[in-house]
């Protein structure tokens, strides 16, 4: 299925337009659901959002403390889980709040979150961390992200009722708002995805399209509730994905006012096996075999899906994908290939691992592709061919959501930079301001 790909340029008038409307409609006081003038961070500062990995602690070293906390607005911890009960829970109690005995009984849950259950974990956890990162920065927002792409299994169900809407909802606030007041400013929903198209066993129904609707319209109505309590607005955001088949099963024009922003996935539009093609391309490059999948394609749907540009975050991811015995054509460049090339690890195509690496291995050619903006990495002697984002890829991605009137960008995943890519984010969204 291929998305409409005229360029988001030729709409920036009407984003312009639109965006001016319901801001002032905003200031006029229409109903608490329409945020779309709320910038997060400040007047005309973009949203710079980081997916944090809470296993990244461990299989990469991830510093909490050492976050770019000034560059960022918001961090989204990934993730909380979802059981069998279809109540919210901890991903993982040893690295989220260090409570590492009671994570040794649930191995189900450890297995899946890919950490080692004799780890040490700092005192108070990832969460103590993560307070002590805040009171550094007060600016600073912290999201609970709940499900990811393993963790979605159980959404359908939680969907399903009123009631077990209203389990989900209740338990997800007590576990992250009320038990940890100031904690956590607001909650993330990542099902990937309603209907169909995520991992193979997960239950999906032809009516999560309404349902997800009623599950984000409730979380609204008692975020909403809570914040009168505590005096404070409560965020609810949602991962969304990139492409068509996807987004044509959620109910964008309904859910958007519930929604402070949406973070669009716009990564991962093709990895091995196959034909090799980019992860994240901005543009849809000459010769390319899908011409829809790419992050231009995938923001004109949204906004001419009445999305507000200014409710719209591009995906940038800090990782690429490798293909293995790819034929010595094209560089590379739309040529079969496998998974699994010969001596590839798990992690090694994260940005802080290949700029250390493979692009200080002379085998390894980079190309640019001028029209998508991204580059690849091409070993001709093995047959490996890795695509991925670099600074100047990152920094193109940044500039089209300054010059197209986004709400700003959305990184998978702050354990995969050495700082590079965020300096380059920064600057670049920063530029002419």
Same mark, same amino acid.
């Given at each position: 299925?291929?998305?409409?790909?005229?360029?988001?340029? /030729?709409?920036?008038?009407?984003?312009?337009?639109?965006?001016?409307?319901?801001?002032?409609?905003?200031?006029?006081?229409?109903? @608490?659901?329409?945020?779309?003038?709320?910038?997060?961070?400040?007047?005309?500062?973009?949203?710079?959002?980081?997916?944090?990995?809470?296993?990244?602690?461990?299989?990469?070293?991830?510093?909490? *403390?050492?976050?770019?906390?000034?560059?960022?607005?918001?961090?989204?911890?990934?993730?909380?889980?979802?059981?069998?009960?279809?109540?919210?829970?901890?991903?993982?109690?040893?690295?989220?709040?260090?409570?590492? &005995?009671?994570? &040794? $009984?649930? &191995?189900?849950?450890?297995?899946?979150?890919?950490?080692?259950?004799?780890?040490?974990?700092? @005192?108070?956890?990832?969460?103590?961390?993560?307070?002590?990162?805040?009171?550094?920065?007060?600016?600073? $927002?912290?999201?609970?992200?709940?499900?990811?792409?393993?963790?979605?299994?159980?959404?359908?169900?939680?969907?399903?009722?009123?009631?077990?809407?209203? $389990?989900?909802?209740?338990?997800?606030?007590?576990?992250?708002?009320?038990?940890?007041?100031?904690?956590?400013?607001?909650?993330?929903?990542?099902?990937? /995805?309603?209907?169909?198209?995520?991992?193979e066993g997960n239950v999906e129904r032809p009516v999560d399209r309404e349902n997800f609707s009623l599950l984000l319209e409730?979380?609204?109505?008692?975020?909403?509730?809570?914040?009168?309590?505590?005096?404070?607005?409560?965020?609810?955001?949602?991962?969304?994905?990139?492409?068509?088949?996807?987004? *044509?099963?959620?109910?964008?024009?309904?859910?958007?006012? =519930?929604?402070?922003?949406?973070?669009?996935?716009?990564?991962?539009?093709?990895?091995?096996?196959?034909?090799?093609?980019?992860? *994240?391309? =901005?543009? &849809?490059?000459?010769?390319?075999?899908? @011409?829809?999948? %790419?992050?231009?394609?995938?923001?004109?749907?949204?906004?001419?899906?009445? +999305?507000?540009?200014?409710?719209?975050?591009?995906?940038?991811? /800090?990782?690429?994908?490798?293909?293995?015995?790819? @034929?010595?054509?094209?560089?590379?460049?739309?040529?079969?290939?496998?998974?699994?090339?010969?001596?590839?690890?798990?992690?090694?195509?994260?940005?802080?691992?290949?700029?250390?690496?493979?692009?200080?291995?002379?085998?390894?050619a980079r190309h640019w592709e001028s029209t998508a903006r991204v580059p690849w990495l091409y070993d001709s002697t093995s047959?490996?061919? +890795?695509?991925?984002?670099?600074?100047?890829?990152?920094? *193109? $991605?940044?500039?089209?959501?300054?010059?197209?009137?986004?709400?700003?960008? +959305?990184i998978w995943e702050l354990g995969g930079d050495d700082g590079a890519l965020m300096r380059a984010i920064t600057a670049s969204?920063?530029?002419? %301001?």
């Open positions: 299925m291929v998305v409409q790909t005229r360029r988001l340029g /030729f709409l920036t008038e009407r984003m312009r337009l639109v965006i001016f409307l319901l801001a002032a409609a905003s200031s006029a006081g229409c109903a @608490p659901g329409a945020r779309t003038s709320d910038t997060s961070s400040g007047a005309g500062r973009s949203r710079v959002v980081g997916y944090l990995a809470s296993w990244g602690v461990n299989s990469k070293g991830t510093n909490i *403390a050492s976050l770019p906390a000034r560059d960022l607005t918001h961090v989204f911890y990934a993730f909380a889980n979802i059981d069998g009960k279809g109540e919210v829970v901890l991903g993982n109690p040893c690295i989220d709040v260090g409570e590492c &005995s009671r994570a &040794s $009984k649930d &191995s189900s849950d450890l297995a899946a979150c890919r950490v080692d259950c004799n780890m040490v974990a700092s @005192p108070g956890g990832n969460f103590g961390e993560l307070e002590r990162l805040k009171a550094r920065n007060p600016h600073l $927002k912290l999201l609970i992200s709940v499900g990811g792409w393993t963790w979605s299994g159980r959404f359908s169900d939680a969907a399903l009722t009123a009631e077990s809407r209203r $389990k989900f909802t209740e338990s997800a606030l007590d576990l992250f708002i009320r038990r940890s007041p100031r904690l956590f400013d607001g909650i993330d929903i990542d099902w990937e /995805f309603p209907v169909a198209g995520g991992m409730q979380l609204r109505r008692q975020l909403d509730e809570q914040g009168v309590k505590d005096n404070r607005h409560y965020e609810l955001t949602i991962a969304a994905s990139a492409r068509a088949p996807e987004i *044509a099963n959620i109910e964008l024009s309904r859910i958007e006012p =519930l929604l402070d922003f949406i973070n669009v996935m716009t990564y991962d539009y093709h990895s091995a096996p196959g034909r090799t093609n980019f992860n *994240a391309p =901005l543009f &849809s490059p000459p010769g390319d075999p899908t @011409p829809g999948w %790419n992050v231009d394609a995938s923001m004109v749907a949204f906004v001419n899906a009445g +999305v507000p540009a200014n409710k719209l975050l591009v995906g940038v991811p /800090f990782y690429g994908h490798a293909y293995g015995q790819v @034929p010595n054509a094209n560089a590379g460049l739309y040529q079969p290939g496998t998974q699994n090339p010969s001596g590839w690890k798990q992690g090694d195509g994260d940005w802080r691992v290949l700029s250390q690496t493979r692009l200080h291995d002379p085998r390894y047959g490996t061919w +890795v695509s991925y984002d670099d600074p100047e890829s990152v920094a *193109a $991605k940044a500039t089209y959501v300054r010059e197209h009137g986004l709400g700003g960008v +959305v969204l920063r530029a002419n %301001n």
